[in-house]
């Protein structure tokens, strides 16, 4: 079973979809476009957001829109939280000598803030952040922590997450935790597809004792 993990953040290990959610509606307002709600945002967004942007408010600087994102996210009173079962899961993780990893579209700044407020570094052996295409860094990481393509899985809750699994050429664990619903991930066939990190540990964890 696998012997890497790298994580995505939102909708994988945290729980932001409000912050996000209000930060989306506020760059929305600014340009005169009306605001989303919970479960239209869900089928809308998607990575990178660079083309997500492009889509729905065409023209316009990325630059200023994530200044404008940023600023409304920090300025959000809806928290972020740890999702059920990853803290558990990163745990297990540890105590079973799991190499864990996060790659993420959030900026540096608010990722690493959250890593702190959260108390998450711990489990990290390290994480890239501030990734617009994740496809373009997947293997760069994989070849400088010398990870064995067949012993790592991807998680993460998006299209694009699957996508860059594929990609890097490692397993693809697709979550429904998150921004995506099931028929929409069901579709990019990733190798599983699992409603939490409960599931996911608990095949672990069959896998691993089976294997002993
Ligand atoms: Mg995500």
């Not at 600014?30 to 990575?47: K, M, V």
């Not at 928290?79 to 990163?90: I, Q, S």
């Not at 570094?121 to 997947?138: M, N, P, W």
């Amino acid at each position: 079973m696998y012997q890497n993990l790298i994580f995505d953040w939102s909708g994988t290990l945290v729980d932001d979809m409000g912050p996000t959610l209000e930060a989306t509606n506020a760059v929305f307002a600014i340009h005169g476009r009306s605001p989303l709600d919970r479960d239209e945002f869900r089928r809308l967004f998607r990575l990178p957001y660079s083309e997500f942007y492009e889509e729905h408010l065409p023209g316009i600087r990325l630059e200023d829109l994530e200044h404008h994102f940023r600023r409304a996210f920090a300025e959000s009173q809806v928290p972020v939280t740890v999702l059920p079962h990853a803290r558990e899961k990163l745990d297990w993780c540890r105590d079973n000598g799991i190499r864990c990893f996060v790659l993420t579209s959030m900026d540096r700044g608010t990722f690493e803030l959250q890593l702190d407020e959260l108390g998450m570094r711990h489990y990290f052996e390290a994480t890239y952040s501030g990734v617009l295409d994740k496809r373009e860094v997947i293997g760069g990481i994989l070849a400088q922590h010398q990870l064995a393509l067949h012993q790592t899985a991807y998680l993460g809750d998006m299209i694009h997450d699957v996508v860059t699994a594929k990609h890097g050429g490692v397993s693809s664990v697709a979550l429904l935790t998150g921004y995506t619903h099931r028929e929409v991930l069901e579709a990019c066939e990733p190798d599983w597809l699992m409603n939490d990190l409960l599931e996911f540990r608990t095949l672990m964890e069959q896998r691993t004792s089976s294997i002993s």
